[in-house]
């Protein structure tokens, strides 16, 4: 059930319950009702409460009131459901799209855990794939699956990985000393992994590609 069906069936009941206190009838049971089924049963106590003033009678008004007061009930209902579910759809395609970035999925994957979306990694990596992809052809999508990729193939044995964010911060840091543009992050990536399986460290590999973009 929902949150705002509950909290709206009680406001009700907790009316019904002081106006019926104040016309002398079950007001408990009433107000209970209205709780329970509040489309049903509060439209019929508005109908059938008494009248305040001793002998006050409202002749032929008992349809009347039953149908005034369904058509009160039923648009808070409605305008209550439209308010509750603008709300969860202007934040759903939010927090949808944030966790489809290729910047969260990266921090996810780096951090091999959940993380918050405003983790502080989720903003590196934001960063360091607007920079690649200034130099690169390929866009910020494919700049992830590649670097993925070339963390898992550049393992040597026996050495601790590069982290992940360190291995795309070096990748754009070759081009410190050449502002080159179109360049194919690929091809790069593919050196990468050659030098590191040849027994270079991450810091020689990334000096060793800075040293071929200067001979450019």
């Not at 008004?61 to 709300?87: D, N, Q, R």
């Not at 963390?151 to 026996?158: D, P, S």
């Not at 840091?173 to 502002?179: A, E, L, R, T, V």
């Amino acid at each position: 059930m929902e949150v705002w069906y509950v909290i709206l069936n009680l406001i009700f009941a907790i009316w019904v319950l002081f106006d019926g206190h104040r016309r002398k009838v079950n007001a408990i049971a009433w107000a209970i009702g209205t709780f329970a089924i509040g489309p049903i049963i509060f439209p019929v106590y508005i109908a059938k409460r008494p009248p305040l003033k001793a002998g006050e009678f409202r002749k032929g008004e008992t349809p009347w009131y039953s149908f005034k007061s369904m058509v009160f009930f039923w648009t808070i209902v409605v305008w209550t459901l439209l308010l509750a579910l603008t709300g969860i759809w202007k934040d759903r395609p939010a927090a949808k799209a944030v966790h489809e970035t290729p910047e969260y999925k990266l921090a996810v994957y780096s951090a091999r855990d959940y993380v918050s979306q405003d983790d502080d990694n989720v903003d590196h990596f934001c960063a360091v794939l607007d920079r690649l992809s200034e130099h690169y052809v390929e866009d910020r999508q494919q700049i992830m699956n590649i670097s993925v990729l070339a963390q898992k193939k550049a393992r040597v044995a026996g050495t601790k990985d590069a982290p992940l964010l360190d291995i795309m911060e070096g990748m754009d840091k070759i081009f410190c000393y050449n502002d080159l543009k179109d360049q194919n992050y690929a091809e790069y990536a593919a050196i990468y992994i050659r030098l590191r399986k040849g027994g270079q460290s991450h810091k020689e590999a990334i000096e060793t590609l800075q040293a071929i973009v200067r001979g450019y």
